[in-house]
């Protein structure tokens, strides 16, 4: 049983569209981060968000934490072919390190 | 800066034959962790180490796995004996350790292939 979910599970889109990836969980997480990994490579992480209903911007990037702090989603503004990878959402459900989970990842495909 | 070092990057194995792959974290990190990732389960939490000493090793799948972490600069994880459901990428990880919600930083993996 997955406790986080995303979605879509693969997204190909045309450079300068936009896009949404969702990350969605019936557990409540006390913060949760989104990490992008391109191929051959370990996870980087992009942000964390911390408090219910907080959006943070990373350049083209907008991350959002759902008021209840059980999803969240990450909006891309006029994707570029270096958006390409696989983007990750991980939850903490407490304070030890074995509370954190991963989802399964988005796969995100930009083409020129 | 150096990040998180593994090594070997690919190890095709047979069957039976031990694996050892091995990392080096960030210098002054206190969390050391060791994930699995394969298509079907994703990231996959197996051990982690707080300043040397195995905090939760309740990820590792069965008693053929073990995890070493002799110094603060150094972590092995053994396969014996390997089998071919094994076959997935390692990922080392190290983190400041603040919280939770601190920075893991990966290094870029171990693919390993068991026939």
């Known amino acids: 049983t997955q406790l986080l979910e995303q979605s879509p599970q693969f997204l190909s889109i045309q450079e300068g569209e936009n896009l949404t990836v969702y990350c969605n969980s019936s557990s409540v997480f006390s913060s949760l981060q989104w990490y992008r990994q391109e191929p051959g490579e370990g996870p980087v992480l992009l942000v964390t968000?911390?408090?219910?209903?907080e959006v943070k911007k990373l350049k083209r990037l907008t991350f959002q934490f759902g008021d209840a702090r059980k999803d969240s989603s990450l909006h891309i503004t006029a994707a570029q072919t270096g958006d390409t990878g696989l983007y990750l959402c991980a939850g903490a459900r407490g304070t030890s390190y074995d509370k954190v989970i991963f989802g399964p990842g988005t796969s995100l495909s930009v083409i020129p | 800066d150096a990040g998180v070092i593994q090594s070997p990057r690919h190890e095709v194995t047979e069957m039976g034959q031990e694996v050892t792959l091995r990392c080096k974290p960030i210098?002054?990190?206190?969390?050391l962790f060791w994930y699995r990732q394969t298509m079907m389960r994703g990231l996959e939490l197996l051990i982690y180490?707080?300043?040397?000493?195995?905090?939760?090793d309740s990820g590792m799948p069965e008693d053929r796995f073990s995890a070493k972490m002799p110094n603060a600069s150094f972590s092995t994880l053994k396969i014996q004996p390997s089998e071919p459901r094994d076959s997935a990428v390692y990922f080392c990880a190290s983190s400041p350790g603040t919280s939770t919600s601190g920075e893991l930083f990966f290094g870029e993996g171990s693919r390993l292939t068991v026939l």
């Open positions: 968000v911390v408090t219910g209903g």
């Open positions: 210098s002054g990190h206190d969390y």
């Open positions: 180490f707080n300043n040397n000493v195995p905090i939760d």
